[in-house]
Structure formats: C-alpha cells, structure tokens
C-alpha cells in the first residue's frame, strides 16, 4: 500500500502597512486613527488572535477599534485594527502592537509619533514697547491642531487675544 498526500501550508499572519507613524502632533490632542489590516497568508486557519500594545510610550496609543481580538482568519481572510496617538508629552513616542494567534505565528506593528507643545506663544515674551494714553496692545493667538489652524487660516487670527493696560502716568 502507497500512502500519498498533499501538505497545507501553515497558518501565516502578516500585517499592512508594517509601521504606523503619526509623525508630529500637539500634546493633549488625539490623532485621527491610522488602521493596520492583518491577514492570514497560509492556507490553515489561525487560531483566535490576541491584540495588546507594548512598549516604553504605550499610554500614548490607544486602540480604537479592533475586529481582530477572538477572531479566527481562514485562508485569505483579514481583519483590521485602527490606532490614535494622543501625546501626554513633547517628545518621540514609540510602541508595539502586537498580534498573535495559535497556529498563526506573532507579528509586531511598530507605532511611532511626536508630541509638540499644545500652545506655543512666539515670539515669547512678547513686548509691546511704551503704550500711550489707554491704548492697548494686541496680541494674537491661533492654536495649531496638527492638521490645520483651529478656527481658520492663521490671516484670520481667530484665535484669543490679550490686551495690555496702559501705562499708570
């Protein structure tokens, strides 16, 4: 007797993109979600996935949504995760999602971003030199959201604006 067969190839996880980078953002704010599809490459299904974020900078990402976590991937089949950055701090940020499913394999998604200051005042301090009578001087402030100038182009100054008191003689 002849046994023959025909192998199937193991389950295979595979992420895309293999980075998310939020690139620079203001602290205090969260980004819009940049989402990682996984897949299964192998022809066997994977077993239930687990989704965790790791790493030195993980309180400065967030999930947001995950069709993933207990998910079983058939051949072919994907899910896919979205992920915001909201910095608690100036600075480089980085993390790891990670995704893993037995059979299936691990795989990390590397998070990386850059927190700015929230509100930058420039110049700073700003001086508006001798003030006469009750005149007062004005200085515009427009708040930068990462995206775009909050309340409209940086023309339009549509921001706070501070007033300084004149001079007591």
């Avoid at 025909?6 to 203001?26: D, H, R, V, W």
Wanted: aromatic share 6%; net charge negative; proline share 6%.
């Amino acid at each position: 007797t002849v046994l023959s067969g025909m192998g199937i190839t193991a389950a295979a996880l595979g992420a895309m993109p293999t980075a998310l980078s939020f690139a620079t953002f203001p602290e205090t704010m969260t980004t819009s979600a940049l989402s990682v599809s996984i897949s299964n490459a192998g022809m066997a299904t994977t077993g239930p996935l687990a989704v965790e974020l790791t790493g030195a900078d993980v309180g400065e990402f967030a999930i947001m949504s995950d069709t993933c976590t207990g998910t079983a991937l058939a051949e072919a089949e994907s899910c896919v995760i979205s992920v915001v950055f909201s910095p608690t701090s100036q600075g480089s940020k980085a993390a790891s999602l990670g995704v893993s499913g037995t059979p299936g394999g691990a795989l990390t998604v590397a998070l990386s971003g850059v927190g700015t200051p929230d509100l930058e005042i420039a110049p700073n301090p700003h001086d508006f030199g001798a003030i006469p009578g009750d005149r007062g001087g004005v200085l515009a402030i427009a708040r930068w959201n990462g995206a775009g100038w909050r309340g409209g182009d940086p023309q339009g100054w549509k921001g706070a604006a501070f007033r300084g008191f004149a001079d007591a003689d």
